[in-house]
């Protein structure tokens, strides 16, 4: 009862702070963008899952367009918790700025393979993301290597389950397999919410460097884990 009262007013301070953040960054000319994103995973029969994503970057907070990603990927459990081979496909429109007042549109289309494996340590979850990506841009095809270490722990509950706020913290290097090698470093805290066992949403702030520069922008992520079960006709008779 009492923990539940204080995490009431804590989770309207957040919010409150956030909106006031994106309010001042939209009302005056900044560097600060935004990033609003969807990921989907849904489990499958067999251990198999099928991952679906979109993601609206934004040079400002909303309505300047930088990138639309679209992603989607089948994977394997290769145990019930912790390990994930996955192989997808990613469309990405781009717009980059010639001039202040002068943009063009690219398009890319990527495929790519990973492993995911996660450990827990008490209440803190790690997680390893190994990620392989064949880049097929306008002129050219370039691979890339990205690896993904991100940390989360729930703040008050021992786990991030229902109604559990939770701080989702990562970082992730970016490397081309010629030259030049680096390229990019992400930085990335959050704060979570998971509404049900399947829904969840993260407030956080993420800055991106680059070999001569690094830019700040806002993220907004929301989570969808709801099951997409293929169970025929008798099995769901018998589960009612």
Request: contains cysteine.
């Amino acid at each position: 009862m009492h923990r539940n009262a204080r995490i009431i007013p804590l989770t309207q301070l957040v919010t409150l702070v956030l909106i006031t953040c994106f309010s001042l960054s939209y009302g005056q000319k900044s560097n600060v963008g935004n990033w609003w994103m969807y990921f989907g995973n849904a489990t499958l029969k067999n251990r198999f899952n099928w991952h679906h994503e979109v993601q609206y970057r934004n040079y400002n907070m909303i309505g300047d367009l930088e990138q639309l990603l679209v992603r989607t990927g089948l994977g394997y459990n290769l145990t019930e918790t912790n390990a994930n081979v996955l192989a997808g496909y990613g469309y990405i429109r781009s717009q980059r700025y010639i001039k202040p007042d002068s943009s063009v549109f690219t398009n890319e289309h990527r495929t790519f393979q990973q492993f995911i494996m996660r450990q827990h340590f008490g209440r803190v979850t790690i997680q390893h993301r190994y990620r392989v990506e064949q880049r097929f841009l306008t002129n050219a095809t370039r691979w890339r290597l990205r690896y993904f270490l991100a940390i989360q722990i729930p703040l008050n509950k021992p786990k991030v389950e229902k109604a559990a706020v939770y701080l989702s913290l990562y970082n992730e290097v970016f490397l081309h397999a010629d030259v030049p090698v680096f390229d990019r470093n992400r930085v990335f805290g959050a704060l979570g919410y998971m509404f049900t066992k399947s829904l969840r949403c993260e407030l956080g702030y993420m800055t991106q460097i680059l070999e001569k520069t690094s830019r700040p922008q806002f993220q907004v992520a929301l989570y969808n884990t709801f099951p997409f079960s293929l169970k025929s006709k008798e099995e769901h008779e018998q589960k009612n």
